[in-house]
């Protein structure tokens, strides 16, 4: 009998250990916009995070940009890993700056505007106008751009009246307008587009920003920084240190998305990318190692 009580107290101790464990896995909820850049680093953490020893449940969210910044400081969402300042975002950040917190930058100068195949034999905005009927597609000049209330589509809406152009911007999605420019570029045509950067289009095809000396797309120089509900810091101290180590430029962050871009699969892709990176992520994780 006393075997046996040893036994069942045993196994009573580990069953109420491995329950402690399950009570003390972290959790964090990443609110996801739909850009190729934001996908690449969401599923990059997600399967970083989820590894031994960390062992995160990480749930992505995928949610329009308004509704990342609400749920953020509603506390339905813990974090997410994209806003552009200090222009770009303002006008989602200013509604809710005081239940939300913006860590540090990850990505310096990203840019947006209109952008051509490097073989158009055009430079500014202000020579669309005298071109425009070399831009023609599903027969009228057109401006191909994504999803209309975006930020990039309004300001083009804004460069079409600032620069009398006589075109239209024919809003859809981003797969649909990578589509077209890639029909385009296949068959060397003019094609000018609303893109930014980072992207991997810049990684996949030779283009080029048209100048804007109006201003119209922002002349400050923006940074990207990853932001999280009120009290984030607190509760994972661990995760903030990861985070705010966190960098990445046009070459590691091109080729993640590359790697994505050509497996079809983000999940797959940002696996392959980070046993090829895996230098660089452990460099990140240390961070977090130091701050405990």
Do not use: C
């Not at 992505?60 to 308004?66: D, P, Y």
């Not at 500014?124 to 589509?153: H, N």
């Not at 230098?279 to 240390?286: I, K, P, R």
Request: charged residues 25%; negative net charge; proline residues 4%.
């Amino acid at each position: 009998m006393p075997g046996i009580t040893r036994i069942l107290l045993a196994a009573g101790l580990t069953a109420t250990t491995l329950g402690a464990q399950a009570q003390e896995q972290k959790q964090v909820n990443i609110a996801t916009l739909n850009w190729a850049e934001n996908i690449a680093a969401a599923n990059m953490w997600k399967l970083v995070l989820e590894q031994a020893p960390y062992d995160y449940q990480v749930d992505i969210t995928n949610v329009g940009k308004s509704v990342a910044f609400s749920g953020i400081a509603n506390g339905d969402m813990d974090i997410s890993l994209e806003t552009w300042l200090p222009t770009t975002d303002k006008d989602y950040i200013e509604p809710h700056k005081e239940q939300l917190t913006v860590h540090e930058t990850w990505y310096d100068g990203p840019g947006l505007g209109l952008v051509v195949p490097a073989y158009v034999d055009i430079d500014s905005i202000s020579e669309l106008a005298e071109k425009a009927d070399d831009f023609d597609y599903q027969g009228r000049a057109t401006i191909v751009g994504i999803d209309p209330g975006s930020t990039i589509s309004t300001a083009t809406e804004d460069a079409i009246e600032t620069y009398d152009l006589p075109m239209r911007q024919l809003s859809s999605s981003e797969v649909a307008m990578m589509a077209a420019l890639k029909d385009a570029y296949k068959r060397q045509e003019p094609m000018v587009v609303t893109l930014w950067n980072p992207h991997w289009a810049f990684a996949e095809y030779d283009l080029k920003y048209l100048d804007d000396p109006e201003n119209v797309y922002g002349a400050e120089e923006e940074a990207i920084y990853w932001f999280s509900r009120k009290g984030f810091a607190e509760d994972d101290p661990w995760l903030t240190a990861v985070l705010n180590a966190w960098e990445m430029d046009d070459d590691s962050l091109g080729g993640l998305m590359a790697v994505i871009e050509e497996t079809g699969d983000p999940a797959e892709g940002a696996r392959q990318w980070i046993e090829e990176n895996r230098e660089l992520v452990d460099g990140w994780l240390e961070a977090g190692d130091s701050a405990n």
